[in-house]
C-alpha cells in the first residue's frame, strides 16, 4: 500500500442551516433551508486532492455510527485509500454545525468525536505509509500531538509536509521548524504571528515570521483579496479568481487539497498558487463541502474560460 499524498486528519458529518441573518446572544433564528454534508478537514483535503487526480491515502478515525458508514463510502467513491481510517464502536463519528449567511459567508462549530481519539501511536503504526509519500497533509481537527508525531516521522524519511493551521491555535516553534508549506489564513496568521493582518503588505510581513521560525513556504490565504506566497527566496500575489460565491464552506480545504496535487505532480509553488486559487473559487459557486470540489477536467476548463475572459 503507497500515495503520493497521506492525509492525516479529521472526518466530520457536516450540518448546514441557511438563514438570513446569524443570531445574537438568546435569539432564535428560522433556517431558510437545512442538508447534510460530509466534511471534516481532513478528508475534505483528501477528496480535494483526489479529484483533482493525486493519489490519495487517509488515517482517521470515526465512530462506529451511520455518519461513520457515509463518510467512508463517500471516500471510498472518490477514489481515496481508506484502508487505515479506523471505526471505533461506542463512539460518536465527528460532526459540524454550520450557519451559512446571504453572502456564503459561513460560522461553523464542531464536536470532534471520534477524531479526538487519534493517537500518536496511531500514526506511528503508519510509518511506513508515510515515508513512501510525496507529501504529508495535516490540519489541527485532531490532537496536536498526533499532528506532531505525522510531521516527525515524515521529516524521519524526508517527506515534504504541508499544515493547514485550522482551526487557528497557538503552535510550538518546533512544530513550525518541520513545516514545508503552511496554508493560513488571516485569522490564522494572525495568531500564530502577532502581526494583525489585512492586506497584501501585513500579509507579508507576518509570512516573513513565519519564515523566520523555519517554516520554508507561506501561502498567506486573504479571500477575495488574493493569497500572499513567501518563501526564503520569492514573494508573489495571486489575485483572486472573480466568482459569485454561493457558500464558502470547504474553500479553504480546497485550496490545500489543491496545492498539495499541484506540488506531487510537479508543479512549482507559482503555479500551485494560481491553480489553488481556482479551486477555491470554484468551491465557493457551489454548495458543501467535498460536494463542492471540482473534478480536474473542470477545473482546466475553469482557468481557460477564466484567462480568456481576462
Known sequence: MSASIVVVGSLNM???????????????VLGTDFFMNVGGKGANQAVAACKLGADVAMIGK???????????????????????????????????????DPQGDNSIVVAAG???????EDVRKQEDLIKQAKLLMVQLEI???TVKEAITIAKRHQVPVLLDPAPAQPLPEELLAMVDYILPNEKEITQLTGVKVSDQLTAKLAAVELINQGVSTVFAKLGEKGVVVVGANRTFFVEAYKV????????????????????VSGKDIWAAAKF?????????????AQASMPLLEEAEQFIKQAAHNQ
Do not use: W, Y
Request: hydrophobic letters at 45%.
Open 276 to 288: 489553488a486559487s481556482a479551486i477555491g473559487a470554484m468551491t465557493t459557486t457551489r454548495k458543501g
Open 14 to 28: 457536516d450540518m448546514v442551516v441557511s438563514l438570513n441573518h446569524r443570531p445574537d446572544r438568546g435569539e432564535t
Open 62 to 100: 470515526v465512530g462506529g455510527d451511520l455518519f461513520g458508514d457515509q463518510l467512508l463510502a463517500n471516500l471510498e467513491e472518490v477514489g481515496v485509500d481508506c484502508s487505515v481510517i479506523e471505526k471505533v464502536a461506542g463512539e460518536a463519528t465527528g460532526v459540524a454545525f454550520i450557519t451559512l
Open 244 to 263: 459569485n460565491a454561493v457558500d464558502s464552506t470547504a474553500a479553504g480545504d480546497a485550496f490545500a487539497g489543491a496545492v498539495g496535487a499541484a506540488i
Open 114 to 120: 471520534a477524531n479526538l481519539l487519534l493517537t500518536p
Open 143 to 145: 490532537p496536536l500531538e
